[in-house]
């Protein structure tokens, strides 16, 4: 059984007008079309804005000899003050760690900001 990597760990910090976002939630999902598998988990910003993601990931003995192409829809919403922000939108084409931007995660989201692209990422995060 292949370990595929559906989406990396994700750190960041939540700031509105340039201050930390305290409880905000933080909510990744992400959409496997090989299995056509979702999974979703959530957290919260600390006092300071900041929050984590672990790693998620997963197995699959058929897509591990089987050829085909990967994808896996990922989206990370940040719900603040009873609005929804879209914080990340990406395709990912591959199960390796780190797979989407060829290092680890970190971000910075700014609640005024409106979303845009960031290279093949799309949303209001910008990567550090």
């Keep these: 059984?292949?370990?595929?990597?559906?989406?990396?760990?994700?750190?960041g910090k939540v700031?509105?007008?340039?201050?930390p976002v305290a409880g905000a939630v933080v909510?990744?999902?992400f959409r496997w079309s090989w299995k056509s598998e979702t999974g979703t988990d959530a957290?919260?910003?600390?006092?300071?804005?900041?929050?984590?993601?672990?790693?998620?990931?997963?197995s699959s003995f058929m897509g591990s000899v089987l050829p085909h192409e990967p994808?896996?829809?990922?989206?990370?919403?940040?719900?603040?003050?009873?609005?929804?922000?879209?914080?990340?939108?990406?395709?990912k084409p591959n199960y390796k760690p780190e797979g989407e931007i060829g290092r680890p995660i970190?971000?910075?989201?700014?609640?005024e900001k409106?979303?845009?692209?960031?290279g093949d990422v799309?949303?209001?995060?910008?990567?550090?």
Aim: charged content about 25%; overall charge positive; hydrophobic content about 40%.
């Design 1 to 11: 059984m292949a370990k595929m990597v559906m989406f990396s760990a994700v750190s």
């Design 15 to 19: 700031l509105q007008d340039g201050k």
């Design 27 to 29: 909510e990744r999902e």
């Design 43 to 58: 957290t919260q910003t600390d006092a300071q804005g900041v929050f984590k993601l672990p790693l998620i990931e997963r």
């Design 71 to 91: 994808n896996v829809r990922q989206t990370i919403l940040i719900k603040h003050g009873g609005k929804t922000y879209k914080a990340w939108m990406f395709d």
């Design 106 to 111: 970190v971000m910075t989201c700014r609640l």
């Design 114 to 118: 409106e979303p845009t692209h960031h």
């Design 122 to 128: 799309f949303g209001i995060c910008e990567l550090n």
